[in-house]
């Protein structure tokens, strides 16, 4: 994890910044609200209760009726179901809907599979469909994606990073082992350092999280790759530099499909990948699979 040496206030020029739908937020506040006293929650409850409640009650959560097949490449821990933000919640009142609407934006992790997740996802896109307000709302995403997407100067990383709403507080990365430039031929893992100059174009960034994980026959390759980047300062912005912290690595261990859906299956004792060829109506979604250990 790195974090800026030191951090100065960097005011984007709204007329640089994309404008968005107008927040249904400002057509309420000119209307008359009732302050709702004749509820507990806010007649009883002090403010900052009920706003750590709200809070909570607007994370995401998982939805298990919707589980991942085990076979793919984006079942992992954390990442088990398909997750959702209930937002009836703002449905309430108008009173619940002024304190609560910017709550599902400003305190989750937005994440978005750039590859082989559950459903493409492009940063671009989402924050171009969001107005000036909205976008400085988001202070944290978590990007899953392949090597190529960060590293050519001409990549979507790069785009995503110079557009003028790009603008928050951390950045959450991780290349997971079918990540890697050719892992399904068996090759040394490589991780260049260019793709990080394109930070230097993200205002208001204070934070980078690089997470890496792939299997036990290559933990040695990866732990190699991750002390370089952790020798690694990264000028940013006016100055700013993202330096690693004082903490060792977190490492963790985990166990994953040994075969995935589109035939890609690992050879355990042979230590190595090949790939199936499969029927086109073949399910093989929901047959039990070896495991293989991954390091992360």
């Not at 590859?115 to 709302?137: C, I, K, T, V, W």
């Not at 960060?150 to 959450?172: V, W």
């Not at 892992?183 to 205002?203: M, P, Q, Y």
């Not at 960034?205 to 040695?220: F, G, M, P, Q």
């Amino acid at each position: 994890m790195w974090k800026s040496r030191k951090l100065k206030k960097i005011e984007a020029k709204s007329s640089e910044l994309l404008n968005g739908p107008e927040l249904l937020v400002h057509s309420i506040r000119d209307k008359d609200v009732c302050p709702q006293h004749q509820s507990p929650l806010y007649s009883a409850v002090p403010p900052e209760i009920r706003n750590m409640i709200f809070a909570l009650a607007l994370l995401y959560t998982y939805d298990k009726s919707r589980p991942f097949s085990t076979d793919t490449y984006y079942y992992r821990p954390d990442f088990l179901y398909r997750d959702r933000i209930d937002t009836s919640l703002l449905l309430t009142c108008r009173q619940v809907y002024l304190e609560t609407w910017s709550l599902p934006l400003s305190r989750n992790d937005h994440v978005f599979w750039c590859y082989r997740g559950p459903h493409d996802a492009s940063p671009f896109r989402f924050f171009s469909s969001l107005n000036d307000e909205q976008r400085a709302l988001v202070e944290r995403i978590h990007i899953f994606a392949q090597l190529y997407w960060f590293e050519d100067q001409h990549s979507e990383f790069s785009r995503t990073c110079r557009h003028p709403a790009f603008t928050l507080r951390s950045i959450h990365i991780t290349i997971r082992h079918s990540d890697w430039w050719f892992w399904e031929h068996n090759n040394a893992l490589e991780l260049k350092d260019g793709w990080t100059e394109s930070l230097r174009s993200v205002k208001r960034l204070e934070e980078l999280v690089l997470e890496l994980e792939t299997i036990e026959r290559d933990k040695d390759q990866m732990y190699a790759v991750a002390e370089r980047f952790r020798k690694r300062h990264f000028t940013i912005r006016d100055g700013l530099v993202l330096k690693p912290d004082d903490k060792p690595p977190f490492k963790q261990e985990w166990m994953g499909p040994a075969s995935y859906d589109d035939g890609h299956t690992y050879n355990i004792e042979g230590k190595y990948w090949f790939q199936l060829a499969l029927e086109r109506d073949q399910n093989v979604a929901g047959k039990p699979a070896d495991q293989f250990r991954q390091d992360c």
